[in-house]
């Protein structure tokens, strides 16, 4: 299932060869102007196999954030989304420990925050990889017309998963749909619906050009499908309050017929990746040529060759019902001379885990896929759009996922919700089920925002709803657009 992401250096070998000759077009006269070949890019998208591989290519952004950078890593929501919030602490070996990350853990992060520029500079990287995509792969003749249609959707969804990004991490950013010309270069910033917008319409051309794994043999899965775009687009909605389409989307989701794999314990092991739950992940291995992930390394405790980052707070702790079996697949303690010593499970790896160690390329070379959508994160999703248009069935989508928790354990644990629960309860009892379902997986700081409880929860840590929303701009890019770029209010 991981055998397609080793193309992915020699693509990015490729794009990097074929920017820095672009950068060079300026210069000619003082250069020899003799030919010695043809043109880079003119000759790479001629043929579906080269389609193929530049679609790999966008892909490799996703790699980067959450493998070979290390801090792009440290910025992905699993780690700096996380730390902060009433769920986790920093950890580490002392208070101080890792500046970029303290300053997360005190609502007190600066321009010049190391996690920043990777997690701009990455996502704008898969970005213009997608559009190489989408511009030129429409000029190629296929054989095979509907795999041409896929490719380019495919293109759409990461294209959406890489604003995605950027614009809950940062607001509003500058929308670039197309392969620039240098004097192009310089492009301001849109609004935060504008760029909402711009990843739906993508989102929607994915979802109609897209095929279900469902549907394929296995050489199929590692890729984007119908489901994870549905599963995106309803995350999309949700974020802006659109509870009518989170509906729309969920019942096209579930109509495909993705069903929720059955022992929770087994999501994040390496059996359960692109389980019959698993919308999207993002496929790594522990090679030669380091294509795994360097999240493991930050998460696993000091005494585990790692960094102890990322601890639970007694709250996350309290919130798990007596017996819950999630909290023994989510936590686990390890002793640790700062922090709560309390850890994450999900990204873990031997002994509190079934991945093991690196064996290979380094500590940040682990083979554990990151999980981005999941089926149950779904049905949460959909029951919270319509708790108060339909209760009784936004219960018995949350019970879908309660009775999974529970697995073989008896009734009591984890009991169903009444079929009676509606109002303000049922929605505290989905906000707890979204909190202990998703816990570790970089979703509560953004669950917090949009629900609008941020404020309340998290003011006690030094959290500010004025400014702390979102993070700053890198100070590199507000220098280098010498002022097309504006800075966030109160950075």
Not at 93 to 101: D, I, Q
Not at 184 to 207: Q, W
Not at 340 to 347: D, L, Q
Not at 417 to 434: K, N, V, W
């Amino acid at each position: 299932m991981k055998t397609y992401i080793n193309t992915i250096r020699t693509l990015k070998y490729f794009f990097c060869i074929s920017i820095l000759a672009s950068a060079l077009v300026s210069c000619e006269d003082d250069l020899e102007t003799t030919a010695y070949g043809q043109p880079v890019v003119e000759d790479f998208y001629e043929t579906p196999e080269q389609a193929e591989q530049a679609l790999v290519a966008a892909y490799s952004a996703m790699g980067e954030l959450a493998g070979s950078d290390f801090w792009g890593t440290m910025g992905t929501d699993i780690i700096f989304g996380e730390i902060g919030t009433d769920d986790f602490i920093k950890g580490g070996r002392t208070a101080e420990n890792n500046a970029p990350l303290f300053q997360k853990d005190k609502w007190a992060v600066t321009t010049t925050n190391s996690v920043l520029e990777p997690l701009w500079n990455v996502n704008y990287k898969g970005i213009l990889f997608t559009n190489l995509v989408l511009e030129n792969v429409p000029n190629i003749v296929f054989e095979d017309e509907n795999r041409q249609k896929e490719i380019l959707a495919e293109a759409h969804f990461l294209r959406a998963f890489y604003y995605f990004d950027l614009v809950n991490s940062f607001g509003g950013v500058p929308i670039i749909d197309r392969p620039l010309a240098i004097d192009e270069y310089n492009v301001p910033r849109s609004t935060k619906v504008e760029c909402y917008t711009f990843i739906e319409d993508d989102l929607k051309a994915a979802i109609a050009d897209l095929p279900s794994r469902l549907n394929r043999d296995a050489s199929y899965i590692g890729r984007a499908d119908k489901g994870a775009a549905l599963g995106m687009m309803m995350r999309v909605s949700l974020y802006q309050n659109k509870m009518g389409q989170v509906e729309t989307y969920g019942n096209q989701l579930f109509a495909l017929g993705h069903t929720l794999t059955p022992d929770y314990s087994t999501i994040f092991q390496p059996e359960g990746e692109w389980n019959s739950g698993s919308l999207f992940e993002i496929n790594f291995t522990t090679d030669a040529s380091i294509l795994g992930t360097g999240i493991p390394r930050r998460v696993n405790p000091i005494s585990n060759k790692a960094g102890g980052f990322v601890n639970a707070r007694d709250g996350l702790r309290n919130e798990y019902e007596a017996n819950d079996p999630r909290f023994d697949a989510t936590l686990y303690f390890a002793s640790q001379d700062y922090g709560t010593e309390w850890f994450v499970r999900k990204y873990a790896w031997a002994p509190y885990s079934n991945y093991q160690f690196p064996d290979i390329g380094g500590v940040n070379n682990s083979a554990n896929n990151v999980r981005c959508i999941r089926l149950a994160d779904a049905y949460l999703m959909y029951a919270e759009a319509i708790y108060d248009t339909n209760p009784s069935m936004a219960v018995e989508y949350v019970n879908k996922v309660r009775t999974r928790a529970r697995g073989t354990e008896p009734l009591t644990v984890v009991p169903n919700l009444p079929t009676t629960l509606s109002g303000q309860a049922l929605l505290d009892a989905i906000y707890h089920e979204r909190r202990v379902e998703l816990a570790g997986e970089g979703l509560r700081f953004h669950d917090l925002v949009r629900t609008g409880r941020a404020e309340d929860i998290l003011s006690q840590y030094g959290f500010d709803i004025n400014t702390h929303t979102v993070v700053p701009l890198p100070a590199n890019q507000i220098t280098l657009s010498e002022g097309v770029l504006t800075q966030n209010p109160n950075y």
